[in-house]
């Protein structure tokens, strides 16, 4: 299964205890926030903003905490001031990470994402060396569960989705970036409960991972960058069988 949908679904699990959702509404904050910064606090009129309240929706982020980071983001409340940068580069396997993250300590952050790839195996490359492999996509991830599968694919096509991917507890929607809020828009009127809607970097290819130690030791990586509370998101381009992820598991 690939490395995007398959760490969705990872990270899905993982973040069902009370302190990785802790964790997870820290990273949605600072992602409303510097939306908000950057953009203005019109959701309608600011997409990056309309994405990431999406995504906090999806988590179940109490409304309250929304408005207050779109608040801080547009200057009516005193917050932190974040930097974003992306870090590229190669986990085990060969395997092509781009780290996500929202920093107000930049030095702190590299000197973490460069031990987490040291310690793996990898190596932190730089900028442009693996992010040319990727392409942003709109993703949304909906549970099989209580889904008409033709009725969702009818939804999201006639919205301007690009495909419909079946996984195995999951469909996952791919989109244009432009044609994302459509798509939600569709999907949340058509009463359709998504798992996951961000916008993503997919990989254009993949690396298949087929030994034990490797996959164990990426997703040991993958793991810990999601963990650190600068990163937002982690994107890789590996795929492992899903006998091996399930030993894995």
């Known amino acids: 299964m690939s490395g995007h949908s398959k760490w969705s ?9 009370d302190a990785k959702r802790g964790a997870i509404f820290t990273k949605l904050i600072k992602e409303i926030t510097i939306a908000a910064k950057m953009g203005g606090g019109d959701i309608e009129g600011n997409p990056r903003l309309r994405s990431a309240v999406t995504a906090a929706k999806g988590e179940n982020m109490p409304k309250e905490n929304i408005d207050r980071a779109i608040k801080k983001g547009a200057g009516d409340l005193d917050g932190a001031i974040y930097e974003e940068i992306l870090y590229e580069g190669y ?3 060969g395997v092509a990470v781009l ?4 920093t107000d300590n930049k030095n702190r ?7 987490f790839f040291a310690k793996s195996g990898g190596n ?32 999201a096509l006639d919205a301007g989705a690009e495909d419909v991917l079946e996984e195995e507890d999951s469909f996952q929607i791919v989109t244009a970036p432009e044609a994302f809020n459509d798509v939600v828009d569709r999907l949340e009127k058509g009463n359709v409960k998504f798992a996951e809607a961000t916008l993503s970097m997919i990989p ?3 690396i298949e ?5 490797t996959a164990r030791s990426l997703l040991r990586l993958l ?27």
């Open 109 to 115: 952050t590299v000197a973490d994402i460069r031990h």
């Open 223 to 249: 793991e810990n960058l999601e963990d650190h509370d600068d990163v937002q998101k982690v994107h890789a381009n590996f795929d492992i069988a899903d006998d091996l992820m399930d030993l894995l598991s």
């Open 204 to 206: 254009r290819i993949t």
């Open 99 to 102: 780290v996500e993250t929202m």
């Open 9 to 17: 679904t990872i990270k899905r699990k993982k973040g069902a205890n």
């Open 209 to 213: 991972v087929t030994e034990e130690k």
């Open 91 to 93: 986990g085990p396997g």
């Open 124 to 155: 932190l490359g730089e900028s442009g060396c693996v992010g040319y492999m990727f392409d942003k996509k709109g993703s949304l991830s909906v549970d099989k569960e209580g889904v008409n599968e033709e009725q969702l694919m009818d939804l």
